[in-house]
DNA sequence: GTCTATATGTCAGTCACTGACATAACGCAG
DNA sequence: CTGCGTTATGTCAGTGACTGACATATAGAC
């Protein structure tokens, strides 16, 4: 009965999102999200590999941005800038989402097993970065290590941005560049 | 019967290796390790967490060699320099340890549940590093991002040194800062 | 030689996840 | 509107990771 998948997915995920934050991850159980979605077990395991997943759906529009503003970029910049410009392009899209994972962020703090899989996401994200720069002509030694001092870049600022709270993303992405400069080359240093 | 806790611990070390390497992790499970290192499956779980972990032990030694020559470090030098000059301090325990490093390195990439717990073991360390730079006296967001800048360096290092047998991982973490200065900086930037 | 702490064995149980097969709804061709 | 293939789902049985409770055996202290 191919009623709408889509629709299923997303009752399953809003479920998942209530029952984790009312009686933490480790305590549902995925026959308890299928049941409050109105559905199987069985159907919630199709749509998600595996439990945690279902808090972690929606992430490859975020990385197909990322490769689009990076291959886009003007042909001469070094990954450096390419990236700057690329983080800046999808803070758009990272600040429309926030409502919906700033709860999320809640429920993978508290849990270990969230934390890994979301550091595991931001590997693959790296390597979807990587690709990119890749497709820019940068060699691929080189590729990754920007790909992965970017993302570090990325993450300082999204947790600045997360702490305080007012403050626009760009602002976050900024200063986390700026700290970024300091670390390589200290103010006072020889 | 306390015969030798650690005797068993590691006796299911070696098994898993081996049966890892043969029919692979997911192949394999936590009572045919057990089994081989005549055990029970129990008590594989008492020594271990999870059927993942009998492959990372052993990461405690590198975190506290980290954190003791970061805190030992001279007082006045900046975060990178007080990470350049640790990471250099532990190449030896590195280097001694490469002959199970590099078959653990296989069985992982070929994994990506394990290649999740991998890099989750790098964050936990980024944190232990972050840790330590607190204690020289630096903010903690500065002191976090130190850390998680300095393990890409690190990670990068790593990377090259498995590749390039032959070259002495000092050599490779040189290469992999110059790397990161050539990101920040790249030669003919304005 | 008893006594205690600790490492292990045994067993039953929960839950994440999977494969195989049946079924119902939807879109489309006729 | 009727038959048909595609697709999402339900059902069921099974495997394996992991846990709690309880019994037991051993090494070492005294």
């Given at each position: 009965m191919p009623r709408s998948s889509e629709d299923a997915r997303y009752r399953m995920q809003i479920a998942a999102l209530e029952l984790f934050t009312k009686n933490g991850f480790e305590q549902t159980t995925a026959a308890q999200i299928a049941a409050r979605a109105g559905v199987t077990e069985r159907t919630f395991f199709r749509h998600f590999p595996d439990k945690r997943e279902v808090l972690f759906a929606g992430q490859e529009v975020l990385s197909a941005a990322l490769t689009e503003a990076i291959v886009q970029a003007?042909?001469?910049?070094p990954p450096r800038a390419v990236l700057r410009r690329a983080f800046a392009d999808v803070t758009p899209l990272l600040e429309g989402n926030r409502r919906f994972s700033e709860p999320r962020q809640h429920i993978i703090a508290a849990n270990p097993a969230l934390m890994e899989r979301e550091v595991a996401k931001h590997a693959a994200l790296a390597g979807v970065v990587a690709d990119a720069l890749q497709k820019r002509g940068i060699a691929p030694a080189r590729a990754a290590f920007a790909a992965k001092a970017g993302l570090v870049v990325l993450g300082h600022a999204l947790g600045l941005w997360f702490e305080k709270a007012s403050q626009p993303l760009e602002t976050c992405i900024a200063e986390a560049f700026k700290e970024l400069d300091l670390f390589v080359s200290p103010a006072g240093d020889s």
């Open positions: 003007p042909a001469d910049l």
